[in-house]
């Protein structure tokens, strides 16, 4: 398809628009360079693999971007080779507009394609068949059974004499019934659910299922099932089941440093004169420090100063801290808009160039409160795994406001920790462009 587009737009743009004859061989050689470099970057990154066709949606921006990286490669490359000037700019945009389009459908109809052919019980289906009739064997069966990912359970087989019913279920089988339907063609993977088993015992299961035509697999135990964002990773080359993955490792760590330090530079030099004219606005409306100090726990639970412009005519910092309410008395005139339009959290750019803050991450909750929701509200420290944020997912998703309630800030909560697990310098960019929206048209904002 890249190939054939390069030659088509090539034919198009000469005969038609030049209106000049012209030889397409080296336009096609242009495009075979591009389509080598795209399907290899596509084949190593999986996007070729069943589930990410079945989803074109999850996978279409990142076929999308390494597009664009092979196009900007096959520029740099002609230009080192100084043959640029026998490709015209008009071809390569129309070239890379076309394929870009050509992507985007070919992967929307592939989809469909593929989950008809799934809800037709075609080939692509998976039929998945559990040792075990215990709760491990059971659960697995809840988790895997995925009907739109083209997986269905056969059945839940005892793997011995006193599995035969749990309080999760029945079980189809023994082991013989198993063994009956795999050679009959109606099993595809098998998935061994037995974590009790001594070692003598799981090798006779093992060698005795190994002579049926199916893939064979061994389940984990039930606390790692529960953690459906784990991984198996290698560790030395020793496989391991990951819970959870040390967030922003890599070069993650190292973007996410540039990105506070660049852009927080920049917004402070955009944003002094705002600063300048807030500041003396609050001091001219009455008595008062300009800013606000109240510490607060960030990455690591480390204790630090955050930074506000003052909103109140109270600055608490104990272990009692009533919550900013809807009418607040306590809120003065000024305050009141600061804190509508969020203005208020502008000195919070001094604790990103410090160090200490991060444009994008959880929002850092005083100390009381942080103290309070620990205990309460289940892995809520896990937000701590990172620097906290100017703005955060959680916010440009209207959790915003009072959290006097557990389950606001349970819902809060649970968006942080998917920014912690899902972060990306692209979701970084995404949640600040949200943010000028919440700002212009704020809610819960008091």
Request: proline share 4%; hydrophobic share 50%; charged share 20%.
């Amino acid at each position: 398809m890249v190939t054939g587009a390069s030659v088509v737009v090539a034919y198009l743009y000469h005969h038609f628009i030049l209106v000049i004859h012209t030889d397409v061989q080296r336009f096609m050689a242009a495009g075979i360079v591009g389509a080598t470099g795209l399907t290899a970057l596509l084949r190593r990154d999986g996007y070729y693999e069943f589930e990410a066709l079945l989803s074109s949606s999850r996978s279409m921006r990142a076929v999308v971007a390494r597009w664009a990286l092979i196009v900007l490669g096959l520029i740099a490359f002609g230009y080192a080779l100084k043959v640029s000037v026998n490709f015209s700019r008009f071809w390569l945009f129309a070239w890379t507009g076309v394929v870009t389009v050509a992507l985007v459908a070919a992967r929307v109809i592939a989809a469909a394609v593929l989950r008809q052919a799934v809800r037709d019980g075609g080939v692509f289906s998976r039929r998945v068949a559990v040792v075990g009739a215990n709760d491990v064997g059971f659960r697995f069966a809840e988790h895997a059974s995925k009907p739109e990912k083209a997986i269905s359970i056969v059945g839940v087989y005892s793997g011995g004499p006193d599995e035969v019913h749990s309080d999760f279920g029945v079980a189809a089988g023994d082991i013989r019934a198993l063994e009956n339907a795999a050679r009959a063609g109606e099993i595809d993977d098998v998935v061994i659910a037995m974590p009790r088993m001594s070692n003598e015992q799981m090798t006779m299961l093992v060698n005795r299922l190994s002579t049926l035509p199916v893939t064979l697999a061994i389940s984990p135990n039930a606390h790692w099932l529960d953690h459906t964002g784990g991984e198996i990773v290698r560790l030395g080359g020793a496989p391991l089941l990951t819970l959870y993955r040390r967030p922003l490792e890599g070069w993650g760590g190292v973007l996410k440093t540039v990105e506070d330090y660049a852009v927080g530079i920049a917004a402070f030099i955009l944003l002094a004169p705002l600063i300048a004219i807030i500041a003396i606005a609050i001091r001219l409306e009455g008595k008062g420090p300009v800013l606000f100090t109240q510490q607060r726990h960030g990455f690591n639970h480390q204790v630090f100063k955050i930074y506000k412009f003052r909103t109140m005519t109270v600055a608490e910092d104990g272990e009692e801290i009533p919550q900013a309410r809807e009418n607040d008395p306590r809120v003065t005139a000024l305050g009141a808009f600061l804190r509508r339009y969020s203005l208020d959290e502008i000195p919070q750019i001094f604790n990103v160039l410090k160090g200490q803050m991060s444009l994008v991450g959880p929002r850092p909750h005083a100390l009381a409160h942080n103290h309070q929701y620990a205990q309460t509200i289940e892995n809520y420290s896990g937000r701590h795994k990172v620097k906290p944020g100017m703005t955060g997912w959680a916010q440009v998703n209207g959790c915003r406001g009072e959290t006097s309630e557990k389950e606001l800030m349970a819902e809060r909560v649970r968006y942080d920790l998917e920014y912690i697990d899902n972060w990306s310098l692209w979701f970084d960019v995404k949640i600040l462009a949200l943010t000028f929206a919440a700002v212009l048209f704020p809610k819960n904002a008091y």
